[in-house]
Each structure stands twice: as structure tokens, then as C-alpha cells.
């Protein structure tokens, strides 16, 4: 059986346990001081007691003969006596006797042998004003118990609360490094004075993207420099493949080294994208008109829609390379009709094939990876995270859904692809651009 999991904040995590280990000590040390006053009031209730009944003693011995019998309160073969106190009596011993009475207050004896064999024995009820006594010492004990347990709650809300702000910071920090911000130092977002483990999780955190940061960077410069001393020899091999004579061999040689010298120049892409040195050339351009001009000359086959022109700042030449990136894939692993709608700065590129592959639409475009079992002929990957890194460059998001609800069969909706331009323009009705969840979330998650 899976228990539901319980989300809740460290500052009221330490809150609590100290409200309770404060809340166990006031108990605890309520009870040993309770029992301690009462024990100690009893024991001096019985010391007065027999003190009582030794006065009571002496003035009968002295005057009874006179008097006609004890005084003080005292009495001589009280049936009432208790059998415990009898016993102790009768084995010639002085004695006390404690027990409860029927309406909760303590009654005490004490009793005593005379010479003559009678037994003399003093009863009285446990003195009010020790009863109140213990009233208002209860009383007291409550109220520092609960005083207690507010100050370790307030107290704990205070530690908390501190270092529930530095994780909190370290979390963020952590999140915009996971976003590809990698100048961002976990460590100098915690700060504070006070060293603490948060301190170390954030060394740790910290090195790690070191570590990453190195390899990543090693990994791109292998990678660059493999493609790069690849493209002189695939321009060489597509050079001499011209020269060969028509023939479906030479066709099939063309192809492939058509086919490795795109692969070349799509790694030395990607290489150049991950260095984040590349730099958009701006420029105002009508976007709607802009679309439908570049995808006519592309594939005239698309039918283009604008529902609303707008103005942009932009980069035609990345712009142009994202729009081409994502037609390919939706030829390559889409059907027709493919369908293009300009709203505002918001593009929407549409297939109505089998959708995106799950592993697109939670982790993101991935180079090398397709989600189709059969590798030949449909590429490596690279098409949509190169536009998502010329996106990434002009300030733009990319993000991916498909288009058949929950549930449905497969290849009946879709794939949607839409880039967001940076500052969205508003729509033909005046507001902006409906966001659906899924477009909301970008395509890295």
C-alpha cells in the first residue's frame, strides 16, 4: 500500500518537533513537581498530625481522670479506625495513615497505643488551603506548559523560517543553473554568515556544475572539431561523386554524401549553438508576411494562415531556419495537410500524423534521439534541437503538444509545433494569445 505523500515546509517541520519535545518535557516536568508538592504536603500533613495526637496523648494521660476522657479531637477505640493502622497499633508502634475520601480529598489518621491497652487516634480531612495550595500550583504548571510549547513553536518558526529561506534560495539557484544559466553560483545565493549544511549542499551543488559545465564543454569541442575536420574530406567526396558518371550508383554516392555533408554542417550547428556565443541580427519585419513568403518557397505545398500581422524584432536568417526545421520534421514524421498559423508573434506549425513521441514532449527535442524505431531515412534528431537553440537565441520559446486529446487513437490529432516570439503581440480581439497548458509549459519539460 503507497501512503500519500505529505508536502510541508522544514520551517514547520522544526516548529513542530519542538513544540512537541517542549510540549513532553512541560508534561513530564509537570508531573514530577505535581506528585513531588502533593507527596511533600501529605508528609508534613501526617507529621502534624501525630504531633496533634501526642498533645492529645499527654493531655489525656495528664487530665482524664479529672476530664472524663480525650481532648483535641481525639478518640479512644474509634471502630472506624482503618485495618492497617490497627494492625500497625497493635504491634505497639506509633502510626499514620493516608487514604481517599469519597469526594477526592485525602483523609488522615493517626493513631497510637495507651497504656492501659486502648488506642487513641486523631482523623481529620487534608487541609483546605493545602488542597488550594495545589489547585493554584496545578494551575501555574498548565499555564507554563502551554507557555512553553508556544515559545519552542514561535522559537522554532524563527530557526526555521532561516534556513527554510536558504534552501529555498539554494532551490532557486539550482533551478536557473538547470535552465542553462550556468554563471549562477548556488553559494553566493544562500550567503548569510552563519556556516550551516545548506553552506556545504551548496559547495556541492556548485561543483557539480563545474564538473558538468567542463565535460559539456569538452564534449562540444570533440564534437566541433570531429565535424569540422569532416567537412573538408565530405566536400571533397561530394566534389568527386560530380564527377562520376550518370548511373544510379553515382546517385546513390551523391545521396549519402549529400546526406553526411548536411549531418557535418547540422553538428557544427549544435556545437556552435551550445557555446552560447551565437548573436542575433536583428531586424523589424512584418512576421505574417515574412511566413508566408519563406514557406511558400520552402514547401508550397503548406497552407500558411495569418490571423493577425504583427511587427517584429527578430533575426530572419534564424528565423527562416527555425520555420524550415520544423517543416522538415513535419514531412518527415508528419502526414499532410500541414497547416501554418500566424497570430500575433505566436507561429504554429501543424501535421496531422502520429504526434510528437512521449519522450519529446517530456524531456524536449534531444540530438540523436527520433522516437522512431527505424533509424533509416528519418534523420538524427538535430532538426528540432537546433531550432530550439536558434529559438533560445532569438529570446523565443519552442514548444511542443499534440493535438488529440487524452486518450485519443493515435494519429488522429497531430503534432503542434509554436514558437513564441518574445513581447506577444495582442490578437485580432484585442487580448492575447489563449495559452493551453500544455503550450505554457516549455519544451524542456
Given at each position: 500500500m503507497k501512503w500519500p505523500a505529505l508536502r510541508t515546509g522544514v520551517r514547520w517541520k522544526i516548529s513542530i518537533a519542538i513544540a512537541a519535545v517542549g510540549a513532553l518535557i512541560a508534561v513530564a516536568l509537570s508531573l514530577v513537581v505535581h506528585n513531588a508538592a502533593r507527596v511533600s504536603m501529605i508528609e508534613n500533613a501526617r507529621e502534624v498530625q501525630l504531633e496533634r495526637l501526642l498533645?492529645?496523648?499527654?493531655?489525656?494521660?495528664?487530665?482524664?481522670?479529672?476530664?472524663?476522657?480525650?481532648?483535641?479531637?481525639?478518640?479512644?477505640?474509634?471502630?472506624?479506625?482503618?485495618?492497617?493502622?490497627?494492625?500497625?497499633?497493635?504491634?505497639?508502634?506509633?502510626?499514620?495513615?493516608?487514604?481517599?475520601?469519597?469526594?477526592?480529598?485525602?483523609?488522615?489518621?493517626?493513631?497510637?497505643?495507651?497504656?492501659?491497652?486502648?488506642?487513641?487516634?486523631?482523623?481529620?480531612?487534608?487541609?483546605?488551603?493545602?488542597?488550594?495550595?495545589?489547585?493554584?500550583?496545578?494551575?501555574?504548571?498548565?499555564?507554563?506548559?502551554?507557555?512553553?510549547?508556544?515559545?519552542?513553536?514561535?522559537?522554532?518558526?524563527?530557526?526555521?523560517?532561516?534556513?527554510?529561506?536558504?534552501?529555498?534560495?539554494?532551490?532557486?539557484?539550482?533551478?536557473?543553473?538547470?535552465?542553462?544559466?550556468?554563471?549562477?553560483?548556488?553559494?553566493?545565493?544562500?550567503?548569510?554568515?552563519?556556516?550551516?549544511?545548506?553552506?556545504?549542499?551548496?559547495?556541492?551543488?556548485?561543483?557539480?556544475?563545474?564538473?558538468?559545465?567542463?565535460?559539456?564543454?569538452?564534449?562540444?569541442?570533440?564534437?566541433?572539431?570531429?565535424?569540422?575536420?569532416?567537412?573538408?574530406?565530405?566536400?571533397?567526396?561530394?566534389?568527386?561523386a560530380e564527377l562520376l558518371p550518370p548511373g544510379r550508383p553515382t546517385e546513390l554516392v551523391r545521396d549519402r554524401a549529400q546526406a553526411m555533408r548536411t549531418l557535418v554542417e547540422d553538428v557544427l550547428e549544435v556545437a556552435r549553438l551550445d557555446s552560447a556565443s551565437e548573436r542575433a541580427e536583428l531586424q523589424m519585419l512584418p512576421l505574417g508576411e515574412f511566413v508566408s513568403r519563406r514557406i511558400g518557397l520552402l514547401n508550397p505545398e503548406?497552407?500558411?494562415?495569418?490571423?493577425?500581422?504583427?511587427?517584429?524584432?527578430?533575426?530572419?536568417?534564424?528565423?527562416?531556419?527555425?520555420?524550415?526545421?520544423?517543416?522538415?520534421?513535419?514531412?518527415?514524421?508528419?502526414?499532410?495537410?500541414?497547416?501554418?498559423?500566424?497570430?500575433?508573434?505566436?507561429?504554429?506549425?501543424?501535421?496531422?500524423?502520429?504526434?510528437?513521441?512521449?519522450?519529446?514532449?517530456?524531456?524536449?527535442p534531444s540530438r540523436f534521439r527520433t522516437g522512431s524505431a527505424d533509424r533509416a531515412g528519418h534523420g538524427h534528431g538535430l532538426g528540432l534541437t537546433i531550432a530550439a537553440g536558434q529559438a533560445r537565441v532569438l529570446g523565443a520559446r519552442l514548444t511542443f503538444r499534440n493535438a488529440a486529446p487524452s486518450g485519443a487513437a493515435e494519429g488522429t490529432g497531430g503534432a503542434i509545433a509554436v514558437l513564441w516570439l518574445p513581447e506577444h503581440a495582442p490578437t485580432v480581439t484585442g487580448s492575447f494569445p489563449v495559452l493551453r497548458t500544455a503550450e505554457q509549459s516549455p519544451a524542456s519539460h
Open positions: 498533645g492529645a496523648q499527654r493531655f489525656y494521660e495528664a487530665t482524664s481522670m479529672q476530664k472524663g476522657g480525650p481532648k483535641f479531637g481525639a478518640q479512644l477505640n474509634d471502630p472506624t479506625l482503618p485495618p492497617s493502622l490497627r494492625d500497625e497499633v497493635r504491634a505497639n508502634r506509633r502510626a499514620t495513615h493516608v487514604e481517599q475520601g469519597a469526594d477526592g480529598v485525602p483523609e488522615v489518621w493517626a493513631a497510637l497505643p495507651l497504656a492501659n491497652g486502648d488506642v487513641l487516634s486523631l482523623h481529620t480531612r487534608f487541609a483546605d488551603r493545602s488542597a488550594t495550595i495545589m489547585d493554584d500550583l496545578d494551575r501555574a504548571l498548565i499555564i507554563g506548559s502551554v507557555s512553553v510549547v508556544f515559545g519552542g513553536c514561535a522559537l522554532g518558526v524563527l530557526i526555521g523560517g532561516r534556513l527554510s529561506r536558504r534552501l529555498r534560495k539554494a532551490a532557486a539557484a539550482a533551478g536557473l543553473v538547470a535552465q542553462g544559466q550556468t554563471d549562477v553560483r548556488v553559494g553566493d545565493a544562500v550567503g548569510g554568515v552563519v556556516r550551516d549544511e545548506t553552506d556545504e549542499l551548496a559547495r556541492a551543488v556548485d561543483a557539480l556544475t563545474d564538473a558538468l559545465n567542463e565535460r559539456i564543454e569538452a564534449e562540444r569541442r570533440v564534437t566541433a572539431d570531429i565535424a569540422h575536420e569532416l567537412r573538408t574530406p565530405v566536400t571533397g567526396l561530394l566534389t568527386a503548406v497552407t500558411v494562415r495569418v490571423v493577425h500581422e504583427s511587427w517584429v524584432s527578430t533575426d530572419p536568417r534564424r528565423l527562416e531556419r527555425i520555420l524550415g526545421n520544423l517543416l522538415g520534421n513535419a514531412a518527415k514524421h508528419g502526414s499532410a495537410p500541414v497547416e501554418v498559423t500566424v497570430e500575433g508573434r505566436v507561429v504554429r506549425v501543424r501535421d496531422h500524423g502520429p504526434g510528437f513521441p512521449e519522450e519529446l514532449l517530456r524531456d524536449g
